[in-house]
């Protein structure tokens, strides 16, 4: 795994949170923190507007932010959907998150 200094790795998260506002056409209100942490349970997440990527390495952070990035984005497609349906929701929740992780691990894939 390449390792690199930490203002060059957020220099390269920036510009690929650019790039993928860029190519999606949404999330502009989105910035990308690294932290690198390798005892945190998370390898990313999202908190507010921000993008908190906790991996250490280039490769495997770039993956967490676009996964943490696409999950955002499909999230925030289906928000609506989420608040007028959220009872029947809840009856097949862990079904439709097990699709939805499937969905974005292979749209990861896409954007590399």
């Known amino acids: 795994m390449k390792q690199i200094a930490q203002s060059q790795l957020q220099n390269i998260l920036d510009r690929e949170l650019e790039r993928l506002k860029h190519t999606l056409q949404m999330g502009y209100e989105l910035n990308v923190v690294w932290i690198p ?13 921000t993008v908190f990527i906790y991996d250490e390495t ?10 943490e990035f696409l999950d955002y984005a499909i999230s925030k497609v289906v928000e609506p959907y989420k608040e007028v349906t959220n009872r029947l929701i809840s009856l097949i929740n862990e079904d439709a998150y097990r699709r939805k992780e499937k969905l974005v691990e292979t749209m990861c894939q896409l954007l590399l």
Not at 58 to 67: S, Y
């Open 37 to 49: 942490n390798n005892d945190s349970k998370l390898a990313g997440e999202v908190k507010g507007n």
């Open 58 to 67: 280039e490769n495997e952070a770039l993956v967490t932010l676009r996964h």
